[in-house]
């Protein structure tokens, strides 16, 4: 057997540069290289091994956290066709990790995650940054990735590698098992030599299938269809990851089933398409909502069917209602009780339309769809154009930002008010269009993430929307994104603090506690003046070009120059936390407290104890046995 001799660590590396991918007969490499922070846990092993492989581009992030966000967005926005690895340190930086190791695994979303380890051959422990252990010494902080790891391994010998890659290998590239995969490096480990041999570092191709649903249950699905008089897509993540947009295009065309879509699955169609109801559950349009109501079938395409999908398991309240899950995932296949398609997007799309062909949906349900998308563009144009205040309404410049942008340009958001905002409004008229990370709504990632995203496809402008709460709690990419040269569009929402979870305060009767940014008053609490955060000397500050805009006209000039600018841009915005978009015929469970001395509290509790009863039970299957029609 002919060998190198190499470093773990230099093995690693030249491991994961031959590593390809290849679907439907296109190929590329897989990973794009890797992020990171190094610290004395992994300079001298992963860090020299970078050092000897620059075809394998090694890039400085600010914060671990943000180097996963960068490297998820990026997967992401490649349909999880290429990824990135991020490496830290021992200790701090790689528990950094862990929250964007959380937000890749939730996602779906492949991260190779290569934290230093504490040594293995112990000698010299405590080490700097060690959590130490009575009961063992086979325990170090790297066990906290375990939970939220589809692969996680920790390498104690050279040979080891030869087994643990090609196993991290097959999760990354599976649709189905796909998170963040972790292989916790010892110090001591990363600069061990060993003879690898040669076949480790030859190019290896992983292909990317796609499975098909199971023929009787197709045909089973396809009978439920036919039978069904008001069905309804729910279009996730899964359409997009799958390539599957024209596949659902044409199945919805040509049967007339209208579609809503999730988070993740924004942009599959695009807004004008005739058969597009836009956003369903709690951040839905009242035509979507409507629509899974009524549904007498659901056939939920790629989505993990979450809580603001299923409004609580009260989205779908037709006594009769089945569901078909179309998904390369069993686990979100068998959701519901329903009648499991374990299968690629594509693929069962493309077989369920000639099986049920020529079933339609009847004319007078065509003509509700066709109703609900034309006052719903006529709801979304008097929201873009309320000319409220100053501070004008977050939703004016969802629309600013909305019309500024062309077909190709992608809007980047994460948590606050704002996910919902660009749920119900945006105007998504290709795939991708649109980067929601709202599987962990990860406050920090919208940055980050948009820096990924541009990294993806530098071609498609990106536009970064941010409220203040995200931006101060991680804006530091910035300084990344002008390193790098990848251009960001970043428009921040100042309504100097939490307007989501304040808005929730007062729902649930508490009325804003804790939820502004606000100095500590006389009184004792945090009710005095709003603080004097200056985000535009913040943006200066990392090397971005600022701007503050006041009125709509100065929003809509300032947002429509941006693309025109050659680096980073912020431009901010206040906008009336008061001024939200409602809601449209949705809910979502929170619950209050039972026994309360405020009578605020009590009122809600009382409309919240209503509310609740209308939760169902889909997986009890008493309408949906699963293989009787
Ligand atoms: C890391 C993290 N911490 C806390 C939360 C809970 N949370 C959700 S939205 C939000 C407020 C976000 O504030 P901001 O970015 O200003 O958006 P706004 O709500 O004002 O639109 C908080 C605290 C979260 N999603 N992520
Ligand atoms: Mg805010």
Redesign the pocket.
Known sequence: MRTRRLTVAQALIGFLKNQYVERDGKENRFFAGAWGIFGHGIIAGVGQALQENLDFPYYVSRNEQASVHIATAYAKARNRLAAFACISSIGPGATNMI?GAATATINRIPVLLLPGDIFARRNVAPVLQQLESEHSQDVSVNDAFKPVSRYWDRIYRADQLICSLPEAMRVLTSPAQTGAVTLALPQDVQSEAGEFPEEMFEKRIWHIARPQADSELLAKAASWIRAAQNPLIVAGGGVLYSGASAALSRFAMDTGIPVGETQAGKSSLPFNHPQNLGAIGVTGTPGANIAARNADLVIAIGTRLSDFTTASKTAFQNEKVRFINVNVAEVDAYKHAALPLVADARAALEELGCAVSPYRVAENYFSCIAHWKDLWEKETDRIFGLRHGPPIS?GEVVGAVSNASGPEDVVVC?????PGDLHKLWRARTPNAYHLEYG?????Y?IAGGLGVKMADPGREVYVM????????MSSEIVTSIQEGYKLNIVL???????????LSHAIGSKGFG?D?RYRSGTGQLDGKYLPVDFVKLAEGYGAKAVRATTFAEAERAIGEMRGHDRTTVVVIEVD?EMRVPGYESWWDVPLSEVSEIESIRQARAIYEDAVKRERHYELATTTPMITT
Not at 414 to 418: E, I, M, P, T, V
Not at 440 to 444: P, V
Not at 466 to 473: A, I
């Open positions: 929250t977050q994460a948590a606050g008010s704002l962990y709504s990860c406050m920090g919208e941010v409220g203040d709460g995200s931006f101060l709690l929402l100042d309504n100097h603090g939490f307007s989501s979870i304040g808005g939820t940014y936390k």
